[in-house]
């Protein structure tokens, strides 16, 4: 089992910054992938952005590209997200996600239902 708990949400103007955080505990995090996803108001969960067990390999979606970076401190039991130069239409409920196999080490995942472990979400609200 995985617990996550995502921290770091709130509202900021366009242009603005946010880090996110997610403190994982239960199975180890070290060899865990991770991923974060979002979903706003009347709209399905979207992939943002994944990260490999060890940090060495990351994924994108490609509206966030360039201005959102994911990483990790395994030491920490902690995987960031952080978000630059925000968009209105970047508000949404952003919640992390660990890969459903505990020693997964192929390629950062942006499939939601290979995610076996989920936050409550934090919401972020971007001002326009």
């Known amino acids: 089992q995985v617990q996550l708990v995502e921290s770091g949400g709130g509202l900021v103007q366009a242009g603005g910054s946010l880090r996110l955080s997610c403190a994982a505990s239960?199975?180890?995090?070290?060899?865990?992938?991770m991923g974060w996803f979002r979903q706003a108001p009347g709209k399905a969960r979207e992939f943002v952005a994944a990260i490999s067990w060890s940090g060495g390999n990351t994924y994108y979606a490609d509206s966030v590209k360039g201005r959102f970076t994911i990483s990790r401190d395994n030491a920490k039991n902690t995987v960031y997200l952080q978000m630059n130069s925000l968009k209105p239409e970047d508000t949404a409920v952003y919640s992390c996600?660990?890969?459903?196999?505990?020693?997964?080490?192929?390629?950062?995942?942006?499939?939601?239902?290979?995610?076996?472990?989920w936050g409550q979400g934090t919401q972020v609200t971007v001002s326009s």
């Open positions: 996600a660990a890969h459903r196999l505990a020693d997964y080490s192929g390629s950062p995942s942006t499939r939601a239902y290979e995610y076996g472990y």
């Open positions: 239960g199975r180890t995090f070290s060899s865990s992938a």
